[in-house]
C-alpha cells in the first residue's frame, strides 16, 4: 500500500519556491494575507472603531473560481458583535447550481439592499475573501509535482461545477473586477482569509458553544482547503488555536465521496453525494455481509494520532480525478466508473425505483453502502482520537462532510456515555454542533466573521437558520410573479395568526403534500410578521411537474 506522494521532496520544493513567488504577485494585485501588514492594519482600525462604538459592516466574498461563489455582509458593533444581514448565493440569482462564476449577481442584489437600509459601499470597512489565494496556488503547484508526470494531465482546464482552472484565473482579477462593478476609481483591496479558519470560526461563533464556559472542538472536513482536507481546532473563550492540518488534499474525506458517489451513481460532483448517502437505506449496510465494503476498506490508512491517508495504489484520482480515476485494482472492485461525459445519462444514474426492474441495481445500492461504511469508519477514527487526546465533549463539524446526516447521526451513537465514562469526564456524552450552513455555502460568511474575529469581536448571537440570500419577496412580487405563470393555479388562504388557524394551516400541509400538490408560506410585507401569505397551487399540471422534476435534477 502506498499512502503519500511519489515525490514529496519534489512537491516540497515546488511549494516554497511558488510561495515565495506568490506572495508579491498577490499584493500587486490588491489581494493581502490576513497576516499582512496591511490586513493588521486594516484589523486595527475596525478595532478602533468599534471601540468608540460605532458600527462596522464586513463584506465575506468567494470569486476565487471555486463552486458557490457569493458575498456575505454582516455587521459588526462593540453589543452585539457579528450579526448576518445577507448571505447572497450567485447560484440563487443566476440559476446555474454550485456556480463558480463571477457572483456579479450577488453583488447587486447586496448593494440594492444596502440602499433600501441607508447604506453605501462605502461604509463596507474590509473585503474579504473565502480563500487564501497564495496558498490555494502554491498547493496546487504541490500536489501536481507531487505525482508527476501522471498527474500532468489535470493541467487540461475541464471546467466542473466544483473547479475551473480558467475561473481560478479569473479570480486573481477579482479586485479588478469588484472595482469595476462599484464604479470606483481605486481597486478593492481583498484580505485573503483561509478556507479552514472560515469554516471553524464562523461554525463556532455561531454555535451554542460559543457562550458556553469550557472548550469546543471544530473539525473541518471537506474536499480540500488552501492547504489540506482536514484541519481540527480548539475554541474557546473568543480565541481559537488550529491542533492539526493534514497538508494534503488527496487524503480527503470529502473527495473520495465525492468521486465514488459521482461515477458509481451517476451524478456531478457537488449533485451526487446526498443522493448517493440517501441510496444506502436501500443497500446492505452490514459490514460482515456487504460484498463490497471489506474489499473497499483498504482505500483509507487508519494511522495513529486520527490520521487518514488514501490508498495511492487503489485509488488514482491524485493523478487523474476527472478522467481516469480508478486503478485497476478499483475497478475489480466497483466496476468501471462512469464517465463524466455521460452522468446524468438516464442510464446511468442510480434510480432505487428500479430496485425489482433491474438485477444490477441491488448492487449498485450495495456499492454505495460500503462507501458509507468506510467513510464513517474513518471519520470515527478522526474523532475519537482528538476527543481521547483533549477530553473536550463538545465538538463543531463542518465543512461539507457536515452534510453528511448519517455520519453526524452515527457520530452520536458512537460517542455517548459508555465512550466517555473510562476517564474522559465521566457521565457524559458528546454534544454536537453542525452549522445551518456547513458547506462553501457559508464560507463566505465565514470569511467575513474572520474579519470580526480578527478585529476582537468575532462571537455574536446563534444563527439558527440559513435563509438570508437576497430580500425577502413583498406581496406585491409574489404576486406578479403568480400572474407571469398561467400554468399555475393558485389561492390564497387566511391569515395563520391565531394558534387555532396555525393547526389548520399544518393539517392542511400534510394533506397537500400527500396529495402530490406544491403549496408556499411566506411572510409577505407589508402585512404583520405573524400573518403569513399562503400561496397553494392546486393539482399540478404537467408542465409544473416537468418544472419540479428539473429544479429537483439540477
Known sequence: MRIGPRHPWLGAAGFHLAGALLAPYFRRRNIFRADSEFARARFGAIRSK????ETSYLAGVSSVGFHNSGIALIELTRERGPRLIFNNEEERFSGEKHTNAYPRHSIEHMLTAMAAMGLNVGHIDAWLTSWD????????IRVTLEEAPASFSMLRDQATPAFSLRALDRGIRASRHISEQLG????????????????????????????????ALVAVLDGFGDMGAVSVYVCEAG?????????????????FYSVISSTQGGWTWLSSEGRYMGATAYGNNDRKTNAYYAALKPIFNLAPNGQIFLNRDLANWQCNIL?????????QILGEPIALKDMWNPDAVLRIEDIKHKENTQERLDKAAATQMVFEDALMHLVAHFISATGIHRLVLTGGIGLNALGNMRILETFDENFFRPGLGGNTRLHLWVPPVPNDAGVTIGAAYMGAYHAG?????????AFYCGASPTEHDIRAALTASPDIEWTELKSAASPDARGQFADFMAFMTAHDAIFALTRARPKPA???????????????RRRVKTSTRA
Open 184 to 215: 470606483l476609481d481605486q481597486p478593492v483591496a481583498l484580505i485573503a482569509t483561509p478556507h479552514h479558519d472560515n469554516h471553524a470560526w464562523f461554525s463556532f461563533a455561531a454555535s451554542p458553544f460559543a457562550h458556553d464556559k469550557g472548550p
Open 323 to 331: 478522467n481516469r480515476p480508478y486503478s485497476d485494482a478499483l475497478k
Open 133 to 140: 489565494y497564495a496558498a490555494v496556488w502554491t498547493t496546487l
Open 50 to 53: 468599534i471601540e468608540r462604538g
Open 457 to 465: 469581536y468575532g462571537v455574536g448571537a446563534p444563527i439558527e437558520h
Open 530 to 544: 405573524h400573518a403569513p401569505l399562503a400561496i397553494v397551487p392546486f393539482s399540478p399540471t404537467p408542465a409544473i
Open 239 to 255: 480565541r481559537m488555536r488550529r491542533l492539526y492540518c493534514n497538508n494534503s488534499i488527496f487524503d480527503s474525506l470529502g473527495v
